[in-house]
Every structure is written in structure tokens, then in C-alpha cells.
């Protein structure tokens, strides 16, 4: 019987063996910055509410024309503090979207828009968005199912949100990353 290309091809490649998971914690999700690019900034992480995306004593680098909603993205949030000495605060957050319902409840002419999460008359379907950060204190490092959240804010539209938003984390600031790969810092 003549052998196929197929049956050739299996008959020349090694077994495959299946690979054990190994920890891998110095690959990183977000990219490491040696320089902040223009028209971005940093923020210094204070926790482990985004590990491991993001660990204590980094620098998050964030992108200030980047302010579009987008699902499980990490941001700068502004909000509104009173202890603050210019009215306002920011933190690093996750946003989050899910459906719901944007309208006026019907006879509440008194009344502002709002959402609802179920059908209902004088509304109409949307995308309600919301943020939160976590605190670790109740799980350790990282957001442990049992973490508490220490910020949360929403629900928003999209539009809404976005004005809310600094900008999108898009990397990690480490000022030495060029000289580590290199080997180290090298004085002439």
C-alpha cells in the first residue's frame, strides 16, 4: 500500500510529550518601557490589586490619548475626593461593561435618565459601564476572590466614562531595562 504525505510526514516528526505548566513569573502581559514615550505618563503602583500585570513599586505607564472604554482594560481613573487638596484623586482601575437599559422611567418627568438592568418601557438597550480597584489585604497579592473592592464607580455611559478616564495603562516604566538586556550599566 502506498504511504501518503500525510502518513510520511507523522512517520519522520518525534512524539510530541505533553509540556508541564511551569510558572513563568518574568513574562510579562504589558510591555517594559525604558523611556516614557510623549503624550504619556506614569503612575506608581501601590499594590497588587493588578498582578501580575502590574506589581508593587512599578511604574504603570499610561497613554493620555487613550481614554475609549474598553472591556477588563486597566486606566487611570479621576474621581472626586474631598480630602484631596484640588477636589480630585486618581487610582489605577479595571473597566468593566455589561448590557443594560439607558432611559427616562415613563411618567417621571421629574426625573434624570438612568439605567436598569432588565426591559422596561422608555428605555433602550445599551452597553453600562463601571470601574473598581481592589484591595489585597484579604487574599494577599493580587485580587484574591475574597478581595474587597476599594474603589468602585458606575454605572456610565461610554461616553460618560471616557471624560472620567486619564488614560489606558499600556506598559511597565522600568528606567535600567535598556542596560539590563545590554548586560548592565556601563560607565565609560
Given amino acids: 500500500m502506498p504511504r501518503t504525505h500525510a502518513a510520511a510526514s507523522a512517520a519522520t516528526l518525534p512524539a510530541i510529550l505533553p509540556t508541564p505548566f511551569e510558572h513563568q513569573p518574568e513574562l510579562r502581559v504589558l510591555p517594559v518601557f525604558d523611556e516614557v514615550p510623549t503624550g504619556h505618563m506614569t503612575m506608581r503602583v501601590e499594590d497588587e490589586s493588578f498582578h501580575p500585570h502590574l506589581r ?5 505607564v499610561i497613554d493620555l490619548e ?3 472604554p474598553a472591556h477588563r482594560e486597566i486606566f487611570l481613573f479621576a ?3 474631598w480630602k484631596a487638596e484640588r477636589g480630585y484623586a486618581h ?3 479595571e473597566a468593566r461593561s455589561r448590557p443594560a437599559y439607558y432611559g427616562r422611567p415613563k411618567g417621571w418627568a421629574d426625573c434624570g435618565p438612568g439605567f436598569c438592568f432588565g ?3 422608555g428605555f433602550e438597550p445599551c452597553r453600562a459601564w463601571s470601574v473598581a480597584s481592589w484591595s489585597t489585604a ?6 484574591a476572590p475574597d478581595g474587597v473592592a476599594r474603589l468602585a464607580d458606575g454605572p456610565f455611559r461610554a461616553d ?3 471624560r472620567k478616564l486619564v488614560g489606558r495603562v499600556v506598559g511597565v516604566f522600568v528606567p535600567m531595562a535598556r542596560e539590563a538586556r545590554m548586560g548592565g550599566h556601563h560607565h565609560g
Avoid: K, S, T, Y
Fill in 56 to 60: 508593587r513599586g512599578e511604574f504603570a
Fill in 138 to 143: 484579604a487574599g494577599g497579592g493580587g485580587r
Fill in 79 to 81: 474621581f472626586a475626593d
Fill in 66 to 68: 487613550d481614554r475609549e
Fill in 160 to 162: 460618560a466614562l471616557a
Fill in 91 to 93: 487610582a489605577l482601575v
Fill in 119 to 121: 426591559p422596561a418601557e
